[in-house]
């Protein structure tokens, strides 16, 4: 006689993809050469219930934010997979370009998010130089190949194509955030004019769905035995001990200053 066994089926599994830092800034930061693998076997692993992404970015490149998320969609719908985001200290511009790949996103009461906006920022020497005896010499085949050059003072008409370069990503990110969000969004607000939000501030504009944290709120949607797998980018022994080239260092240093607008 056959003994009878029940069926027990297996815990959810959910891959969980760390998204953390300044995007496209060199070789610290995200972009999607370094993240597509993270994000293409987070996907391919089992039969995974959902996606989750955490993250925690100040923002950085259009071009890669789009470029990421754009993955992020692509395989969700390949798999037909759910996806969900879990912001930690900020999602904002192209952090919140990422996060609004998520089906759903999730703050905590402290997170800092929006910033739906486009920014160009640089330093100008010319008072410096001049006061240093430094000339700036510049042979160009091309009017605008000095544009926008640090060494020479600014131009109203660089300002002017620098706002015309804008317009058309700012745009696009609109557009994204629109696609993405949908009915949720509050569009009688001002959401598109780079603003930040905290926490619960950002719920009843629809930017997110709500206040909660990345276990207790993957128990609630896949049960209390849900499997969470952690995906993150592996640093090198070199940036382990510390040790970065010196180019590493610049570009530390524009990191640090994007998380410096957030306070962080």
Not at 50 to 56: G, T
Not at 168 to 197: Q, S
Not at 237 to 256: F, K, S
Request: charged share 25%; with cysteine; proline share 6%.
């Amino acid at each position: 006689m056959k003994r009878f066994i029940p069926f027990v089926p297996k815990p959810a599994l959910v891959p969980v993809i760390r998204l953390q830092g300044a995007i496209g800034v060199g070789t610290r930061g995200l972009n999607d050469q370094s993240v597509a693998p993270l994000i293409e076997r987070a996907f391919a692993r089992g039969k995974p219930a959902a996606v989750a992404l955490v993250i925690n970015s100040p923002g950085g490149s259009a071009v890669q934010s789009s470029l990421i998320a754009a993955r992020i969609r692509r395989l969700a719908e390949e798999k037909k997979v759910p996806v969900h985001a879990f912001v930690e200290d900020v999602a904002a511009s192209g952090g919140y370009w990422l996060a609004c790949a998520a089906d759903d996103i999730w703050v905590d009461a402290s997170s800092i998010v929006g910033s739906i906006g486009v920014i160009f920022a640089s330093f100008g020497f010319p008072e410096l130089m001049a006061r240093q005896g430094i000339e700036r010499r510049v042979v160009t085949a091309g009017k605008s190949k000095s544009f926008a050059d640090p060494f020479l003072p600014q131009k109203p008409e660089d300002v002017e194509r620098l706002r015309k370069l804008q317009e058309p990503i700012h745009a696009a990110f609109i557009e994204h955030v629109k696609a993405r969000r949908g009915a949720r969004l509050d569009l009688t607000a001002d959401l598109f004019n780079a603003d930040v939000w905290v926490g619960a501030e950002a719920v009843p504009l629809g930017l997110v769905d709500g206040v909660a944290h990345l276990r207790p709120k993957l128990m609630e949607m896949y049960g209390e035995k849900v499997r969470l797998v952690p995906y993150g980018q592996k640093r090198s022994l070199m940036q382990r001990l510390g040790m970065a080239a010196t180019d590493g260092v610049m570009q530390g240093v524009e990191e640090r200053a994007l998380w410096a607008r957030f306070g962080l």
